[in-house]
């Protein structure tokens, strides 16, 4: 016990200087036996758990960082929490695992209301962004950290400590300090942690932003697979639209603290909710444009146009890849021309507006050049100007 308040008190990694509780392990992780879920699972297995929040809000001073959110996670899935920095993924993050308090609002973990649980009690194990390893603790003491912290036996520890061991690749650096790891190594002792606590739901707060694109990408595939194979419940804040896409069953998309849109990765792609949704999945992202110019300049533009709508209140959106050219369609004047390798990037402008489209292959074009373009009718979004908002069209 001793050992342990040194370490609370002294060599414990920076705490987080919003974090509003002292927590006894860096990254704060459940009791692996904690609390007895209303199926009456045997400890240490994992148990399906749905995660639901009900209006749930958290202001700061005057800022809701999370305004009246609500969504459910399906027991098994992996939900994203996406949207661009300050729109309050990990607050919300943090009031499910317990670490913020809500100001209105409830959480239910597997049926059971926990919004006024403490952290330890409510089945979540947790991993932030910055891996928060103790640079004293060798790896497999790290991992098991917070087992010991929770009086779970030594066997049980050894046994758990091998199975995350063998699922990461870390046999051969149970013995190895922190600093004796690559960035990658240093991830994966932090997600060992979350595996050995064995809880039915993992919150995971951009766990990969410090590691180079490479590693991220196998770190993606990892997780993601791991998750499956354990069937935990995982809800995952990034600012990456693509590691969501990639990895979530269902992406919920939050801006300003509340959801834009709530949906699988398919459907947000595919019929994104609102002109802000569009634009952020998707890269590059989809070309939203007031519609009565572009009728003005292609009247088949238009032909897909939701009924009983003025163009002048709408806005057409059409995404790069789904634009070709073609000897007529719309005019525009190319600005520039990029070339990746299998497809080529070509910005024109139509009247004030720019146009971004994907061709495959590369396009034989210069700066100034007048193109032509077309698209499916199908393919186009209708969007109000005024609030943003889809519009669907009868095609
Ligand atoms: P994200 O994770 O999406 O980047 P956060 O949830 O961290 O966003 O923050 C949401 C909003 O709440 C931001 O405006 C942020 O500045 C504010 N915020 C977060 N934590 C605190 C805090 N402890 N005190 C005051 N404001 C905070
Ligand atoms: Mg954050």
């Given at each position: 016990m001793a050992i342990e308040l040194r370490l609370r008190e002294t060599t414990g990694p920076p705490q987080s200087p919003r974090r509003t509780r002292p927590s006894i392990a860096p990254d704060w992780i459940a009791p692996a036996h904690g609390p007895t879920l209303p199926d009456g699972g045997a400890a240490g297995e994992l148990r399906l758990a749905a995660v639901e929040l009900r209006d749930v809000s958290k202001h700061w001073g005057k800022t809701a960082a999370v305004d009246r959110v609500s969504f459910t996670a399906q027991a098994g899935n992996l939900v994203a929490l996406l949207g661009p920095s300050g729109c309050g993924k990990s607050t919300t993050l943090r009031l499910i695992a317990g670490l913020e308090a809500a100001d209105?609002?409830?959480?239910?973990?597997?049926?059971?209301?926990?919004?006024n649980l403490r952290p330890s009690a409510r089945g979540v194990s947790m991993v932030f962004q910055s891996y928060a390893l103790f640079p004293h603790l060798s790896v497999a003491e790290n991992?098991?950290?917070?087992?010991?912290?929770?009086?779970?036996?030594?066997?049980?520890?050894?046994a758990r400590l091998t199975r995350a061991a063998e699922i990461l690749g870390l046999q051969q650096l149970l013995d190895r300090k922190p600093s004796q790891l690559s960035g990658g190594q240093q991830q994966r002792v932090a997600l060992g942690r979350a595996i050995v606590a064995e809880t039915p739901?993992?919150?995971?707060?951009?766990?990969?932003?410090?590691?180079?694109?490479?590693?991220?990408?196998?770190?993606r595939r990892e997780i993601r697979a791991l998750q499956r194979r354990l069937g935990i419940t995982m809800l995952y804040v990034t600012h990456d639209?693509?590691?969501?896409?990639?990895?979530?069953?269902?992406?919920v998309l939050m801006r300003s603290g509340a959801i834009e849109q709530d949906a699988p990765p398919a459907e947000l792609y595919e019929r994104p909710a609102t002109i802000f949704a569009a634009?952020?999945?998707?890269?590059?992202?989809?070309?939203?444009?007031?519609?009565?110019?572009?009728?003005?300049?292609?009247?088949?533009?238009?032909?897909?146009?939701p009924p009983g709508r003025r163009a002048t209140d709408l806005a057409i959106g059409?995404?790069?890849?789904?634009?070709?050219l073609a000897p007529q369609g719309l005019p525009g004047a190319v600005m520039a021309l990029e070339y990746l390798g299998a497809d080529t990037l070509i910005e024109s402008r139509i009247h004030d507006d720019v146009l971004v489209i994907r061709v495959p292959g590369k396009v034989q074009a210069d700066t100034g050049d007048i193109i032509?373009?077309?698209w499916e009718p199908g393919r186009t979004h209708w969007f109000e100007l005024s609030t943003g908002h889809r519009v669907e069209s009868q095609a």
């Open positions: 209105a609002g409830t959480i239910t973990i597997a049926d059971r209301h926990v919004t991992i098991m950290f917070g087992l010991r912290v929770r009086r779970v036996g030594r066997a049980d520890r050894k739901v993992c919150l995971m707060d951009e766990p990969l932003s410090n590691l180079d694109a490479q590693l991220r990408l196998e770190m639209q693509v590691e969501a896409m990639t990895m979530a069953d269902q992406v634009r952020f999945v998707g890269t590059p992202p989809m070309n939203v444009l007031p519609a009565a110019p572009v009728g003005a300049a292609y009247s088949a533009a238009l032909a897909s146009a059409v995404r790069p890849e789904d634009v070709r032509h373009m077309t």
